[in-house]
């Protein structure tokens, strides 16, 4: 069984300060995605990386691929209160078509 | 945004009584998905179907049963309700790429 390993798991920050979220796991991953569940909504896709060491932004948030395919990373910059939600991480296998959740990071942004 | 709904939205039952939930797509995807959402555990795989009448089990699969006899629903049924059952229950569908996922707006259910 593939586990994912978020962190932290609660994180409360001020408007304009800056956070990462990481993914660890010790399996491979074909690729991996990032999502973001807002409350009473489903999880939404922000991205997917595929390639080892793939770096992709999105407006102010940027996703890293590790370059072993094991883990990645969610940098936001200067985070504001329209960030805050659930963000999740989920692998994609080798092969088959399960993904790996992580558990999330719920983000609050403090005005 | 991906056509998915759930439906009912929330259900409050009591314990021993059937409940089933539905998912329904009109994305034609071949993959569909249940999950349960719990504080502390993330998201965890039910069941999953592949097609039309093929379905397999997921990391929680114990007192649920899925069905799909068309493409567009997917239907999980708890077959005697129990209260560690009270969760919020997401359906998704599978792009065949990257099997990026897109989910439905969630059940909420509440096992009395």
């Known amino acids: 069984t593939q586990l994912l390993e978020q962190s932290p798991q609660f994180l409360s920050i001020q408007e304009g300060e800056n956070l990462t979220v990481y993914c660890n796991s010790s399996?491979?991953?074909?690729?991996l995605q990032w999502y973001r569940q807002e409350p009473g909504e489903g999880p939404v896709l922000l991205v997917t990386?595929?390639?080892?060491?793939e770096v992709k932004k999105l407006k102010r948030l940027t996703f890293q691929f590790g370059d072993a395919r094991k883990d990645s990373s969610l940098h936001i910059t200067a985070a504001q209160p329209g960030d805050t939600g659930l963000y999740l991480c989920a692998g994609a296998p080798t092969s088959g078509s399960r993904l790996t959740f992580g558990e999330g990071t719920q983000l609050t942004v403090n005005p | 945004d991906a056509g998915i709904t759930q439906s009912p939205r929330h259900k409050v039952t009591e314990t021993g009584t059937p409940v089933t939930l539905r998912c329904h797509q009109t994305e034609n995807h071949r993959y569909m998905y249940w999950y349960r959402q719990d504080p502390g555990h993330g998201l965890r795989l039910i069941h999953y179907s592949y097609g039309v009448k093929d379905t397999d089990k997921g990391e929680v699969s114990d007192g649920y049963s899925v069905s799909r006899s068309k493409t567009e629903d997917f239907l999980l049924t708890l077959e005697s309700a129990t209260s560690s059952q009270t969760s919020v229950y997401f359906c998704a569908i599978s792009a065949p790429r990257y099997n990026e996922q897109f989910f439905g707006p969630g059940t909420r259910l509440t096992v009395l």
């Open positions: 990386v595929v390639t080892g060491g």
């Open positions: 399996s491979v991953f074909s690729s």
